[in-house]
């Protein structure tokens, strides 16, 4: 495409080499940012809490995990106790939250990078009986992650706006096509699901 000179736009996550005219995705930063400044204060900005990442190779992953440790440099009363990459997988979440448990069981937080992460520390925190104790949050609003939000096992997770991600991508498209100058970067936007707004 761009030996030919076409116009090439990426949309929700980068492309592996070539040039990109202008890429459109979540702010992922602030996605996690707004997850993780609602589960510190529902702690009353105190407590301990377990981060299970993405896959920090993959620019989402990275920037997710960005936003988790920007907000948790703002909050010195809550406590890092635990930090690994999940891999965006349910399993992966489950095994690392019993390894987590096992050495700091009294946590009161997770925090994951997507929700099937998330869903996976719902499925560790429910084998040891303390689903209503400990907070989860994850990030993708999944169907199952809202339904396990429903049902009291997740807390909260963050919303991409997909409708909005495509809308911008053809517009890009359109405006490259045109000759038109496009921005490189177009962030669309997220929002907080909880119990209140589901």
């Keep these: 495409a761009n030996a030919a000179g076409i116009p090439v736009v990426a949309l929700d996550s980068v492309v592996g080499g070539g040039e990109v005219m202008s890429a459109v995705r979540s702010d992922n930063i602030k996605g996690e940012e707004m997850v993780t400044e609602y589960i510190f204060e529902r702690l ?23 936003g988790f440790h920007n907000v948790l440099s703002r909050y010195p009363e809550i406590e890092l106790v635990f930090e690994a990459e999940g891999n965006w997988y349910r399993d992966r979440g489950a095994e690392l939250t019993q390894q987590a448990l096992a050495k700091q069981p009294d946590i009161q937080a997770v925090i994951a990078g997507n929700d099937l992460t998330a869903l996976g520390a719902a499925d560790a925190i429910a084998k040891v009986g303390r689903t209503k104790e400990i907070l989860v949050a994850g990030f993708d609003a999944l169907p199952e992650a809202l339904l396990s939000i429903h049902e009291g096992q997740m807390t909260a997770t963050i919303r991409q706006d997909a409708d909005g ?14 000759g038109e100058v496009v921005p490189s970067l177009l962030l669309t936007k997220v929002e907080l699901i909880t119990l209140d707004n589901l």
Excluded: C, F, P, T
């Design 165 to 178: 991600m495509a809308r911008e991508a053809l517009g890009a498209a359109i405006q490259g096509i045109r």
């Design 44 to 66: 009353g900005g105190q407590g301990k809490v377990i981060h299970l990442q993405g896959d920090l190779k993959v620019e989402v992953g990275a920037h997710r995990s960005e």
